[in-house]
């Protein structure tokens, strides 16, 4: 799978040209990563949260010095971002509410997608990164979410948790 | 009887294999090639009947001699014929257990030594002209009409062959199906010609059909130009019927459409149906160009019924095809085999193929497809030529670095833009206004970064009206479309007003 720097399509393998926006995939190939927190080390188990989201959970942000969370269920992407109303490419998630442009937030900062049973984060190649539990993410490169885990968007610091309908 | 079958080729074997490596070769293509392995393939299906005529001719040994013996004494007198080159995107992929795309660009030349048999070879023509006089075209369209028809007649040699149709509702014979010679009395029939009435394309069609079946003949470049300016309505089916009529009997239809009330995606599956192109004329000014332009490039052909058939392995899908180079037209991938009209001296033919592999591929070298071109050489008395190309690539599970061929990316870059309109296209008859709007503006973006400003606000003003009204004008879907598809073409957008 490809994926568009600038617009984070998802493009079939093999493409050269995003399908959306029209631009060369410089990218590197990113193969989708699926991993099953079965094979995750007991030990780890409790420090972290589990990878496993449930088909009907919602994911909730809780961003820093917000006074309500952001509760949403993932489609197949959620791009996030802060709302350029001059810019053709909008973001899924507008978090200029939050203090974007203050804290260094992208206008495509990053993006969240779904696999079956997973999330991945992906940063799009961000001004200032995106940081999940402290560590810089690589561009275009993806990383399983867990529940509980730290997302900085630029210095926008939020916490990700996942919730099951049951609960 | 010159021969123009090479079962040697077809097998991909030397002309002094055993009868035990000719029968291993037919094996192995066989196992591609069989109507029950690969079903749905009209491609496979003829490369199956020709590999199978290779087989018997090389494993019956009288036969084998006759044959070799003929292609010896032919050795002496070297024909001419073209270079079928396929330049494939990636020569490496990797194992991803996902689906993968693939391109290959197929590339048609006349030999090098081509040029030296142009003057005394040049090509006949049997030429229908099959025109709109509908009401629609009364006035200054009829007139340049009729001036372009002037111009055909005089530039037409003595012993080409010339008729016209012209219909409304009704289709009548203008010039019955004749050699070029009193040219005047031709000009004054031309002359005659009054606009009224509707616009009944297949009756045309079908009379153009009748006219230029009575001189049709391999010897000849046959071909059929319709031009109209409006819509047909309930005789489409009938229409395309016609067009595949012509296209097995080895006539190319070439569409024309003037101003913006015609039905583009209707004349592009007749022209593409017989190897012809489409062409969208913008207004009365640009007919003369378009039609002498045409008609010159008919009488330059090197060979006639070019054909690309496509035989993908049976777990490989066609999904697209299309004519880049000479004139940019989407081509029906549908029918593996495709009709790619003419092949003129100091010209290629160039089509971009687009396949899919599976998800389950096995490590090592495999096939992807066998793709063949055939065509009838002028110079060579109409001899029929045929080139073979079986394409595979390697299955790894590392991932190699394989930069793609420039050629490939130049031709993708621009495609790339015909088929985001096209997608617009496509999500407004889904009914999803937001989608069109979204992927318009996204081509607006692009074009504006390629340098295309006009194009691009053309693009821009077409999302805004998406996004108001829920639908394109006419003008700016036409212009998008082939526009967009004017870009592949070497002389780059063609502006005609």
Not at chain 1, 105 to 117: G, K
Not at chain 2, 65 to 82: C, M, S, V
């Amino acid at each position: 799978m490809k994926i568009c720097p600038n617009c984070a399509h998802r493009n079939r393998e093999g493409y050269f040209y995003c399908e959306e926006c029209g631009r060369l995939l410089t990218g590197k190939d990113t193969r989708a990563i699926k991993v099953e927190t079965k094979d995750l080390p007991k030990e780890m188990s409790g420090i972290f949260g589990t990878a496993h989201f449930e088909k009907d959970a919602t994911i909730v942000l809780m961003i820093r010095d917000a006074n309500q969370p952001v509760t949403f269920k993932p489609d197949r992407r959620v791009v996030f971002g802060r709302l350029d109303p001059t810019a053709l490419n909008k973001p899924d998630v507008d978090l200029t509410p939050y203090g974007a442009l203050e804290n260094g937030v992208s206008r495509i900062h990053c993006a969240i997608y779904r696999d079956d049973m997973t999330l991945t984060i992906i940063d799009l190649g961000s001004a200032n990164g995106t940081h999940l539990n402290g560590q810089r993410l690589i561009p275009e490169v993806p990383r399983v979410l867990r529940d509980g885990d730290e997302i900085q968007f630029g210095k926008l610091v939020a916490h990700l948790y996942f919730k099951t309908s049951g609960t | 009887m010159p021969i123009d079958f090479d079962p040697y080729g077809e097998l991909g074997v030397a002309s002094n294999a055993s009868v035990e490596d000719i029968k291993t070769a037919y094996r192995r293509a066989a196992r591609r090639l069989h109507p029950d392995v690969n079903r749905n393939s009209a491609g496979a299906a003829a490369q199956f009947q020709d590999i199978t005529a290779a087989h018997e001719l090389l494993t019956d040994d009288a036969r084998r001699r006759e044959y070799d013996a003929q292609a010896k004494r032919e050795a002496d007198q070297p024909r001419l014929g073209f270079t079928f080159r396929v330049t494939t995107s990636k020569r490496t992929v990797v194992l991803l257990g996902e689906t993968q795309v693939v391109y290959m660009l197929a590339e048609i030349f006349p030999d090098a030594r081509a040029n030296e048999h142009k003057s005394q070879n040049e090509a006949r023509l049997n030429l229908t002209l099959v025109l709109d006089r509908s009401n629609s075209m009364q006035g200054i369209r009829l007139e340049k009409v009729k001036v372009a028809a002037h111009q055909i007649i005089d530039q037409m040699r003595e012993d080409d062959v010339l008729s016209i149709v012209s219909f409304n509702d009704r289709a009548e014979v203008v010039i019955e199906a004749t050699t070029v010679r009193e040219r005047s009395t031709l000009k004054a029939r031309v002359s005659m010609m009054s606009a009224f009435g509707g616009t009944e394309i297949g009756q045309g069609l079908k009379l153009g059909l009748e006219q230029n079946r009575k001189f049709l003949a391999p010897r000849l470049v046959n071909h059929i130009i319709m031009l109209t300016d409006g819509h047909t309505y309930g005789d489409q089916d009938f229409t395309l019927g016609l067009a595949r009529e012509a296209a097995d009997a080895g006539i190319s239809i070439s569409a024309m459409g003037l101003g913006q009330e015609w039905n583009d995606k209707f004349m592009d599956s007749i022209a593409s149906a017989t190897g012809g192109s489409t062409s969208y004329i913008n207004s009365a000014g640009g007919v003369v160009r378009f039609l002498n332009d045409r008609v010159r490039g008919l009488a330059n052909t090197f060979a006639e019924r070019v054909t690309l058939s496509v035989a993908p392995d049976p777990d490989i899908k066609l999904e697209s095809a299309f004519r880049l180079l000479p004139d940019p037209q989407p081509l029906d991938a549908e029918s593996h085999i495709i009709p790619l009209g003419g092949l003129q001296y100091n010209r290629s033919i160039v089509t971009l193929l687009q396949f899919e592999l599976p998800v389950d591929l096995k490590l090592g070298f495999r096939t992807i497809a066998r793709l063949s071109v055939t065509g009838d050489i002028f110079p060579n008395d109409f001899q029929r030529f045929k080139s073979i190309n079986d394409m595979s690539l390697e299955v790894t599970d590392t991932q190699v670095e394989d930069d793609p061929p420039q050629v490939i990316l130049d031709a993708l870059g621009k495609l790339t833009l015909y088929r985001m309109q096209e997608q617009a296209q496509a999500a407004l008859e889904r009914g999803d206004v937001g989608e069109a709007t979204r992927r318009l503006e996204n081509l607006a973006t692009r074009l504006f970064e390629l340098g295309h400003g006009e194009l691009g606000q053309q693009a821009q003003a077409e999302a805004q009206q998406v996004a108001f009204t829920g639908d394109f004008t006419d003008k700016g879907r036409k212009r998008l479309v082939h526009q967009t598809r004017y870009l592949l073409s070497d002389s780059g957008p063609e502006e005609n007003e």
